[in-house]
């Protein structure tokens, strides 16, 4: 009798995998069909329209352009810093200009040696590690900007956009 049942669930595993690899091939190869349709322009995806002479033009949707408004740029002095850490030959040249609305260019420009403190005060305490990083210029970039902001005001800098970032 254990004969009989061994054989029957063998019998039962054959069908039960079976079934499987045909499933997997099936849905594998609708994958497949589905992407060569979909990329190769078998879907029209794009709306055709009939204009007033009867042939096909396809709608596209018009791009917003975005007003940036009275914008100034503001420049920043150059500065050359010996990051923490570093080698005895080792410079930080740093250049940047401010995104400002026009109407603040005058208060950002009075305000600028303190900007040019808290720049330096945060570059100066950087390590050789945290500028050699790939994703660092974003990341100083970001951390730059949020101090610059603080110390002119809400909403006086827009941006802050780096012109030189060198460490030679």
């Given at each position: 009798?254990?004969?009989?049942?061994?054989?029957?669930?063998?019998?039962?595993?054959?069908?039960?995998?079976?079934?499987?690899?045909?499933?997997?091939?099936?849905?594998?190869?609708?994958a497949i069909?589905?992407?060569?349709?979909?990329?190769?322009?078998?879907?029209?995806?794009?709306?055709?329209?009939?204009?007033?002479?009867?042939?096909?033009?396809?709608?596209?949707?018009?791009?917003?352009?975005?007003?940036?408004?009275?914008?100034?740029?503001?420049?920043?002095?150059?500065?050359?810093?010996?990051?923490?850490?570093?080698?005895?030959?080792?410079?930080?040249?740093?250049?940047?200009?401010?995104?400002?609305?026009?109407?603040?260019?005058?208060?950002?420009?009075?305000?600028?040696?303190?900007?040019?403190?808290?720049?330096?005060s945060y570059?100066?305490?950087?390590?050789?590690?945290?500028?050699?990083?790939?994703?660092?210029?974003?990341?100083?970039?970001?951390?730059?900007?949020?101090?610059?902001?603080?110390?002119?005001?809400?909403?006086?800098?827009?941006?802050?956009?780096?012109?030189?970032?060198?460490?030679?």
């Open positions: 009798m254990a004969d009989a049942a061994d054989a029957e669930d063998a019998g039962a595993t054959k069908g039960s995998k079976r079934l499987l690899f045909v499933s997997l091939f099936l849905a594998l190869s609708g069909s589905g992407f060569y349709i979909a990329f190769s322009g078998m879907l029209p995806f794009d709306a055709a329209v009939k204009d007033a002479t009867g042939s096909d033009k396809a709608e596209k949707p018009e791009k917003a352009v975005v007003e940036l408004g009275d914008v100034a740029f503001v420049p920043l002095r150059p500065l050359v810093i010996s990051p923490s850490g570093s080698d005895a030959g080792q410079h930080l040249r740093f250049q940047a200009q401010l995104e400002v609305p026009s109407a603040y260019k005058a208060e950002v420009t009075r305000l600028m040696p303190r900007v040019v403190d808290v720049l330096n570059l100066r305490a950087l390590e050789v590690q945290d500028l050699e990083d790939n994703s660092a210029l974003v990341r100083l970039r970001a951390q730059m900007l949020r101090r610059v902001q603080i110390v002119t005001g809400p909403e006086r800098v827009r941006d802050l956009l780096i012109m030189e970032f060198v460490l030679n």
